[in-house]
T-cell receptor
Framework: NAGVTQTPKFRVLKTGQSMTLLCAQDMNHEYMYWYRQDPGMGLRLIHYSVGEGTTAKGEVPDGYNVSRLKKQNFLLGLESAAPSQTSVYFC?????????????FGQGTRLTVV | AQSVSQHNHHVILSEAASLELGCNYSYGGTVNLFWYVQYSRQRLQLLLRHISRESIKGFTADLNKGETSFHLKKPFAQEEDSAMYYCALSSVFNKFYFGSGTKLNVKP
């Protein structure tokens, strides 16, 4: 059982380049989330999805776009990377049943924008 | 507005010392509170949640609605407890809000 898998694990981008981070979960979860983790600021929610075909903005959505075309995948896109987007990105998923209280996290993607 | 505050950014303890990591929250509705732990270079994983009122690895956390707090406690810290600890709340809309985290170093 792989759980939540993020691709890639590391990436270095030049300012202005674009890239897509992939999050895949095999738990049939409805909810998926993208967070960024920065020192002293904890995890901040970028975008989230409550189901296939739906997305919504979180706390820090600017400069990012997302898509949830398939229930198991949640893509995070950077159209024009900036040094301020250097961070560790975490994807998470959660089920929608009343007993599903826990969010499961991926292993993280360390992104550096130079 | 919902928020989670962790005022202790870095805690250094000696092994066997008592441990308490502070967490205060602000939320207007029904709330679920959690502690997540992140060991070095690993993914976040759930440590415990307030509803279960259980003890995991010797850790406990009691929800105090009057003080809006959910402090994490352990009577005797161990070196293997060294990690980042995040307090989090989930809202009725299933969004998770995290505190800024507390880095715990337990020295042998």
């Amino acid at each position: 059982n792989a759980g939540v898998t993020q691709t890639p694990k590391f990436r270095v981008l030049k300012t202005g380049q674009s890239m897509t981070l992939l999050c895949a979960q095999d738990m049939n979860h409805e909810y998926m989330y993208w967070y960024r983790q920065d020192p002293g600021m904890g995890l901040r929610l970028i975008h989230y999805s409550v189901g296939e075909g739906t997305t919504a903005k979180g706390e820090v959505p600017d400069g990012y776009n997302v898509s949830r075309l398939k229930k198991q995948n949640f893509l995070l896109g950077l159209e024009s990377a900036a040094p301020s987007q250097t961070s560790v990105y975490f994807c998470a998923s959660k089920g929608a049943s009343s007993g599903d209280f826990e969010a499961f996290f991926g292993q993280g993607t360390r992104l550096t924008v130079v | 507005a919902q928020s989670v505050s962790q005022h202790n950014h870095h805690v250094i303890l000696s092994e066997a010392a008592s441990l308490e990591l502070g967490c205060n929250y602000s939320y207007g509705g029904t709330v679920n509170l959690f502690w997540y732990v992140q060991y070095s270079r690993q993914r976040l994983q759930l440590l415990l949640r307030h509803i279960s009122r259980e003890s995991i690895k010797g850790f406990t956390a009691d929800l105090n609605k009057g003080e809006t707090s959910f402090h994490l406690k352990k009577p005797f810290a161990q070196e293997e407890d060294s990690a980042m600890y995040y307090c989090a709340l989930s809202s009725v809309f299933n969004k998770f809000y995290f505190g800024s985290g507390t880095k715990l170093n337990v020295k042998p």
